[in-house]
């Protein structure tokens, strides 16, 4: 396609970068030939040029008059005309749907005269005088940026002298009425008349639409759901529909199944005598398809047939924006529609069994995200409840929080560490920033449709949306339920967005029944076949293994209840915490071998008892174990508090232990400057040889124990933080030794591996020579981010990272999602270059990147053997492994 504007017959939908996500599919639309009204869309690359010059690029004012030149003929009529106009939308459209985010213009080309025409060709004064005050509504608001409210203000007042509320109401001579104040208030806020050029008003109106990309909102919103900011948006000109006609007119919204819970059926809301958003911002009460269908059968009939092609069409769950033009019904949107967790896999599981899509497809459908949303707790049944009312179940989840009304206090009191609910009539573009600091959302109007249903919905939050025996009163800070009950700010509310349920008061939580069945629980549920079935196909198709980071028989035994296939990470520190820390303060003030020895002496029992509780809840798995890493010091008392209790108890004469200060020297001795950078890891087993020869004792006795109890153990021996083979092999002939020693006492070879942690950017470039001692390899991506970024995620995270963020040096933490760039470049060459000596090297990953779906798929992509996360997460990163192989296909 050349140029910058395109007519709808020219696109198809694949085209979303070009025409974004709107424009490709109303060119979808009309190539199937669904009644669409016709158009162009003006491209993202004609937006982006306008936003790097400041103004339209060379040549496209010429082929927008093109455009606009066959458009008119193809309608017979002639933009803003005065006897017979021609009247266009100016819709943005990005290639991610932003919903809300960005303008959109309806009626252009309405003018003193061409208004006048409208009613003689419409026959009509009262829908002519309608649409003109919608434009300079809309146009008011969001191409001469005059605050909103001025306009909706006096729509209320002209309302309340009528002694209505309802738009309806309003005659010719208070429409009239009503177009003389707007254009009042632009004169009085632009100080300019509002321009009566059709061609003035497209142009400036395509400009808004283009501008709109760069408000604070759009940016605020393309940061939460990580959509990147160069893409810009479309801009579609097409002619108007009028679902303002009168009662055989309206406008509407549906999906072809339920966004909330996946079922099929279809689902929307419809409003008479209405034009465009009407129906989503809850002016007037919507009524159900199932009403429509009374009101229209024919519209709705055809309406019916066009959602099951649409179906069929796109193999997935659509929604739409529809118009009834006196009895002709137009389609003005589709999409795939935003769903639910729950019913983004109850829809994969259906639309299998319907043969729309295979189960590869329906694996691709769903993400580990959504499968994390659906393990999060519920409210429980069976605790006490005080029920307030029952709202539309907008957006799943349990939410508890303390009641706030605006989205400012929403944010501050959510920073400081509040859990809010924010409760709104309906919520608008502006409130985002509240919606993401809260927990759930709570308004008293608006269906599934609605903006706060949408939005939250797309964040992941959970929402209670048009619960409409609320009064809500937002100046006050309060609402009231039926003329009852009030809630304050700060009262505490539960917000159920599953069942639409609203509770005063903190409601208790319990597991989601997908973590119950991941448990074992056999109890037979809709979802849990659906989610077994994404399940079953992701563990087929995957490549990569995937094992938990565990460092108790508990966590292990969860663990691989929810799938893992081993332990990739059992830490061995915390086995030195609580009533332990003694024996290893002894060993650090031992003043010759024999007291270190003594000491060491100790711990032995109790790390093999560790060790064995472990390997047996993972027998017949790998199980690897790290040996001590962090720094002696964390283990000992701090240094302040323990100089200060000295020098007091010395000023006030008070007897101090002389291990006191025995102790105090070593702290003193062993304190640094950056720990991090400090005596741990390796260097502390070669420092102290006894402490890691004590470790890898306890773990061989204890797969000694468990071969003796006909256990199978599979231990693997990682040393941490190597950077050089020295150091490796070092350590590896003291293990060595101990296993012979072992194996000889015990009558039996004990099977293990002696392997090592890459987490230095040294370790990653002398991989190959690392793998010569070590017999597996796994990367701590947190030490390596840390290593090669030369930060401490404790020091940094909360100080400069933020900035780091607002000013785009990251997308995302490097520490939450690996820098596939930098610090996956040092996983890639320490992989290729350990198998260069080692072609059957086995190399995992540790840490948290190990659970974060995108760092998953770069961990397949260079060939790693497993990931190792957190139980919680192994299902997670099952579905992800599954899903990177497939994307790979
Ligand atoms: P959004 O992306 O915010 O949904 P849209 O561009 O879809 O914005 O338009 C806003 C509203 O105006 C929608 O309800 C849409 O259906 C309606 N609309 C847009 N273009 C037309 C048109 N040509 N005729 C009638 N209604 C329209
Ligand atoms: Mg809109
Ligand atoms: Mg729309």
């Known amino acids: 396609m050349t140029g910058y504007v395109h007519d709808f017959a020219e696109g198809d939908k694949d085209q979303k970068d070009l025409l974004g996500g709107k424009g490709a599919n109303l060119a979808e639309m009309t190539n199937i030939g669904l009644p669409v009204p016709p158009g162009f869309t003006i491209d993202t690359e004609a937006c982006r040029a306008y936003l790097a010059e400041g103004g339209f690029p060379d040549g496209l004012p010429e082929e927008v008059t093109e455009h606009l030149t ?137 400009k808004a639409v283009f501008d709109s990309w760069n408000t604070d909102r759009a940016r605020l919103y393309r940061r939460q759901e990580r959509i990147p900011e160069d893409l810009g948006t479309a801009v579609n000109v097409q002619a108007m529909v009028f679902g303002n006609f009168g009662m055989d007119s309206g406008s509407g ?60 069409h796109y193999r997935d769950m659509c929604d739409i924006e529809f118009t009834v033009e006196r009895g002709k019904l137009w389609m003005l949107q589709t ?208 490549r990569l293994r995937v094992r938990a980071n565990a460092d108790t028989a508990e966590d292990a035994a969860r663990a691989r209840r929810f799938g893992a296939e081993g332990i990739g990470l059992c830490r061995t520190e915390h086995m030195f915490l609580g009533e332990r820390r003694q024996l290893v303060e002894d060993l650090i003030i031992a003043e010759d071998e024999a ?125 941490p933080l190597v950077a050089s083979v020295r150091e490796l092999d070092v350590v590896k002939r003291h293990i060595e030794a101990v296993a012979r020693d072992v194996a000889e006492r015990r009558g039996r070879e004990i099977p293990h591996q002696v392997g090592t942690m890459i987490e230095l950017p040294r370790a990653a470039f002398l991989a190959d020579r690392i793998a010569k001692s070590a017999e597996f390899f796994s990367f701590g991506t947190n030490d390596l981010t840390q290593m090669s970024w030369g930060f401490s995620r404790d020091d940094v995270e909360s100080s400069f990272f933020s900035a780091y963020l607002d000013n785009g040096i990251f997308d995302v933490s490097p520490f939450e999602s690996l820098d596939t760039l930098g610090v996956g470049a040092f996983v890639r060459m320490g992989t290729e270059k350990g198998r260069e000596t080692r072609p059957d090297l086995k190399v995992g990953v540790c840490g948290e990147h190990g659970g974060d779906p995108a760092s998953i798929h770069f961990f397949h992509s260079v060939g790693l053997d497993y990931v190792s996360c957190s139980p919680f997460r192994v299902p997670v990163a099952r579905l992800e492994a599954g899903r990177a192989n497939l994307d790979a296909d």
């Not at 434009?135 to 306009?151: E, N, R």
């Not at 809301?269 to 159900?288: F, K």
């Not at 917000?495 to 989601?512: K, L, N, Q, R």
Request: with cysteine; proline share 4%; glycine share 10%.
């Open 335 to 542: 999409r795939v529609g935003k769903r639910t967790a729950e019913a983004a896999f109850r829809i994969g599981r259906h639309m299998t069994d319907e043969g729309l899509i295979d189960t590869d497809e329906a694996v691709r459908r769903v993400t580990g995200a959504q499968l994390a949303s659906l393990m999060f707790p519920r409210f429980d049944e069976d605790a006490d409840r005080d029920l307030l009312t029952v709202g539309v179940n907008a957006s799943p989840g349990a939410a508890v929080g303390k009641a706030v009304f605006d989205s400012p206090t929403a944010v501050e009191w959510a920073a400081n560490g509040e859990d809010v609910i924010l409760v709104r009539k309906e919520t608008n573009p502006d409130d985002l920033s509240g919606m993401v600091a809260a927990r759930g959302i709570l308004t008293s109007r608006g269906g599934k449709t609605s903006h706060a249903a949408v939005v939250a919905r797309g964040m992941g939050r959970t929402c209670v949306s048009g619960a409409d025996d609320l009064e809500v009163d937002a100046a006050a800070k309060r609402f009231t339920v039926d003329g009852g009950t009030v809630i304050e700010e700060g009262d505490t509310l539960s917000i159920d967005g599953t069942t639409g349920e609203v509770f005063a008061g903190a409601v208790p939580v319990v597991d989601s029944v997908v973590v119950r069945h991941f448990e074992g629980d056999d109890s037979e549920d809709d979802l849990i076949e659906a989610v077994d079935l994404v399940m079953t196909r992701a563990d087929d198709a995957r």
């Open 595 to 719: 007291g270190q020895e003594a000491a060491l002496a100790a711990l032995l029992p109790l790390q093999r008892e560790d060790f064995a509780g472990i390997l047996e809840a993972m027998d017949g798995l790998p199980v690897t174990i790290r040996l001590i890493d962090p720094p002696l010091h964390e283990f000992l008392p701090e240094l302040t508090e323990l100089s200060v209790e000295i020098a007091v108890a010395d000023a006030t004469g008070e007897q101090v232990e002389e291990k006191k200060r025995t102790l105090l020297a070593a702290v003193q001795r062993l304190h640094e400057q950056n720990p991090m950078l400090g005596l741990r890891g390796v260097r502390l087993g070669i420092q102290i040889p006894g402490l890691f020869e004590m470790q890898a004792r306890a773990i061989l006795e204890a797969a000694a124990d468990r071969l003796d109890a006909g256990g199978d153990p599979r231990p693997e021996i990682m040393v």
């Open 70 to 206: 066959a458009l008119e003929r193809t309608m017979g009529r002639q933009l803003g005309a005065a006897d017979d106009p021609l009247l266009v939308s100016v819709r943005s459209g990005a290639k991610f749907s932003m919903p809300g985010m960005m303008e959109t213009v309806l009626n252009v080309g309405l003018n003193d005269e061409s208004v006048g025409g409208l009613a003689a060709s419409s026959d009509s004064e009262r829908f002519a005088w309608d649409s003109y005050r919608r434009l300079l509504q809309m146009f008011g608001g969001t191409v001469l940026d005059i605050d909103g409210q001025l306009f909706s203000e006096a729509l209320e007042a002209r309302k309340q002298e009528k002694g209505s509320d309802s738009d309806l109401d309003l005659d010719v001579e208070d429409l009239q009425a009503l177009v003389e104040q707007f254009k009042t208030i632009i004169r009085d806020e632009t100080g300019r008349d509002f321009p009566q050029d059709p061609r003035e008003q497209l142009d400036l109106a395509i």
């Open 253 to 312: 919204v549906a999906f072809t199944r339920d966004p909330a819970s996946g079922d099929q059926g279809v689902y929307g809301d419809y409003l008479q005598n209405a034009q465009g958003e009407d129906v989503v911002a809850g002016i007037r009460n919507t009524v159900s398809l199932a009403d429509f269908a009374e009101i229209d059968r024919t519209s709705y009939d055809e309406l019916l047939e066009i959602m099951k092609r649409l179906e069929e």
